[in-house]
């Protein structure tokens, strides 16, 4: 299913900069349309991450810690003493974790506090990062350029 929204999604950025050219779309039918990918793009790939990183949130949900994700979180990093003091002494990563880090990735073309350590995981960043550059690069600009 993933991976037919993320096709879905290449195939409509693709669809939507070979319609650029043509004069038929108005400033804000365009600018609806680079909205409404970019949000897609964001939720689609949380959903890839949530899905894969250390197993998926099943096997993320039977261990003790996270050790072999794919990303690493800031509390991943922290002693077990100020996870306490933070109250966040059982923290896993869940769907909003990813889709914060989906946000980060499809805002500043990077994913910010997040590092990524699989190949697989930086893959995906990249191709993340470049549909939303091609959307607000491309979209966005050429709506603003016809208002």
Do not use: C
Request: proline residues 5%; charged residues 15%; without cysteine.
């Amino acid at each position: 299913m993933d991976a037919l929204l993320t096709l879905g999604l290449i195939i409509s950025v693709i669809l939507l900069i070979g319609a650029l050219p043509t004069r038929g779309n108005t400033p804000l039918a365009l600018l609806l349309s680079a909205a409404s990918l970019w949000v897609t793009n964001i939720l689609v790939f949380a959903l890839w991450y949530w899905r894969l990183d250390a197993g998926g949130p099943h096997q993320r949900d039977k261990r003790a810690g996270h050790p072999d994700g794919a990303f690493l979180f800031p509390q991943m990093t922290m002693s077990e003493e100020a996870l306490r003091e933070a109250g966040q002494q059982d923290w896993s990563p869940n769907f909003i974790d990813y889709l914060f880090l989906a946000f980060n990735t499809s805002t500043a073309f990077s994913p910010t506090d997040v590092p990524v350590l699989a190949r697989w995981a930086k893959l995906l960043t990249m191709l993340q990062s470049l549909l939303s550059l091609l959307i607000i690069a491309l979209l966005a600009a050429r709506a603003v350029n016809l208002l």
